[in-house]
């Protein structure tokens, strides 16, 4: 089983709909999660960290469920400027970040 | 302003040429990561600094190997780079510890004719 297993998409959206990206973990020692964002041929950049309690950074949600292993990235009122790959990052160790794949979406106008 | 520094942008190297990879941070960050990307895939984390603490990934080929100078600085070595080995490698950055951020840099995309 891989460390971190994501959605493979791809996700094809118009522009509006809400959008929801599922990411398991095999380590349940993890402590720390993160949602990253990929644009083509760039480098990754933080999207947002991922609290038990779950957190909302504007039309972004991210959720925590730690029995099932589990989180989540729900986008609402998807723009084009969305369009990207979405990373989730578990921690192995303090230091040590493991990346899925990655989940594609494309929103379309 | 430019925190994570990757040169060069773009790299050509021939098949078996050695060739480094550098890359500089503004951060004054504890630890720094080498990442290796190819098409569609995720970053694979191939080692990372802790200060001068070297952690090798159990995974990475004795092919890559890295030097970290001081704070700021921290090198990619590939001895003898083959087909295989074309990639996006990326640099990061973190504090340290739980939790905390990892920054990347634009990272260098390795040709190998």
């Known amino acids: 089983r891989k460390e971190v297993e994501q959605d493979p998409g791809p996700f094809n959206v118009p522009e509006g709909a809400t959008v929801a990206f599922n990411c398991t973990y095999s380590n349940s020692a993890s402590q720390s999660f993160f949602w990253y964002r990929q644009d083509c041929r760039k480098e990754p950049k933080l999207l947002m960290s991922v609290y038990s309690s779950g957190n909302e950074d504007g039309r972004f949600t991210a959720q925590l469920n730690r029995a099932s292993q589990y989180i989540s990235l729900l986008i609402r009122d998807s723009k084009l400027s969305d369009s990207a790959t979405y990373l989730c990052?578990?921690?192995?160790?303090?230091?040590?970040?493991?990346f899925g794949a990655g989940t594609r979406l494309t929103v379309k106008p | 302003d430019a925190m994570v520094i990757q040169n060069p942008r773009y790299q050509v190297t021939q098949f078996g040429k050695p060739v480094t990879l550098s890359c500089s941070q503004t951060?004054?960050?504890?630890?720094m990561y080498w990442y290796q990307q190819k098409s569609s895939q995720a970053p694979k984390l191939l080692f990372h600094y802790y200060d001068k603490d070297f952690n090798n990934e159990a995974d990475t080929p004795d092919n890559f190997q890295s030097r970290r100078p001081n704070t700021s600085f921290c090198f990619l070595d590939i001895r003898s780079p083959g087909l295989g080995d074309a990639a996006m490698y990326l640099c990061?950055?973190?504090?340290?510890?739980?939790?905390?951020?990892?920054?990347f840099g634009p990272g260098t995309r390795l040709l190998v004719l």
């Open positions: 951060l004054n960050h504890n630890v």
């Open positions: 990052v578990v921690n192995k160790g303090a230091n040590d970040m493991r």
């Open positions: 990061a950055t973190s504090r340290g510890g739980e939790g905390e951020t990892q920054y």
